[in-house]
């Protein structure tokens, strides 16, 4: 299992263009068939494969970026348009709302696992996620407009946005592997280090984050 999930998140460029033969498929077994919730224009809202609790997202672009300090000045707008129907549909079912981004660095390429630029959604209480990282020492910038996140572009970053404001947290120094699934853990008390995405992965979590999502319609979907 540890291996199957290893390298979990260079996987998304496979799952998002249709093919079959996905990390999610061999996990989940058809049970849910997919973990697509939501899609408009360039980007998916997609149930993490292995959740810290219920609602716990990923939003990501379907074009590869490393992180997206990278594509903010491209598609900085449909982001915002994205996060003006998601915020509040997301609140709706699953209360507060909570992102978080790992944002990768050309030099973080430099292992066998490439990752896919993707933002976390959490319904924690981002002060508190906030406050942990500021307690771990790094520094960081509240940024006046999402658009500034292009400055961070190329470089490792943590991105905590919550209430319409977004801080971002210098990256540079080494932090423990899945550093943000770490502080998520403390916030909802899962015993260290029960939030590595390979260790236990809460399938019946996920299943139920399907169904209580499972009213949200994509544009694609009404048009369809
Ligand atoms: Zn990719
Ligand atoms: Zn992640």
């Known amino acids: ?15 998002i263009s249709g093919q079959e033969d996905t990390t999610f498929s061999a996990i989940y ?4 068939p997919g973990r697509v919730l939501w899609e408009s224009g360039n980007f998916r809202l997609l149930a993490d494969m292995s959740p810290l609790c219920p609602g716990h997202l990923l939003l990501l672009p379907i074009e590869h970026h490393l992180s997206f300090a990278d594509l903010i000045e491209t598609h900085g707008e449909t982001l915002s348009g994205i996060l003006s129907t998601v915020i509040p549909m997301y609140r709706e079912t699953f209360g507060r709302l909570t992102f978080l981004e790992h944002g990768s660095s050309l030099a973080m390429k430099s292992g066998a696992c490439i990752s896919h630029a993707h933002w976390h959604l959490l319904p924690v209480d981002g ?24 400055t961070f572009s190329g470089k490792p970053y943590f ?3 919550h209430e319409g404001e977004f801080r971002v947290y210098n990256g540079e120094r080494p932090m ?11 916030i909802l008390g899962i015993p ?29 979907a009404d048009a369809g």
């Open 1 to 15: 299992m540890k291996h199957e999930l290893r390298c979990v998140e260079s996987d998304f460029c496979n799952e």
């Open 127 to 150: 002060r508190g996620v906030d406050a942990l990282i500021t307690a771990d020492g790094l520094p960081s910038n509240l940024l006046e407009h999402l658009g500034q996140l292009a």
């Open 192 to 220: 260290d280090p029960l939030w590595d995405y390979a260790l236990v992965v809460r399938k019946e979590i996920l299943r139920e984050t399907m169904d209580r999502a499972s009213h949200w319609r994509t544009p694609l």
């Open 176 to 186: 423990r592997s899945q550093y943000l699934r770490s502080v998520v853990g403390r």
């Open 29 to 32: 077994e058809g049970n849910p």
């Open 159 to 161: 991105l905590c946005g």
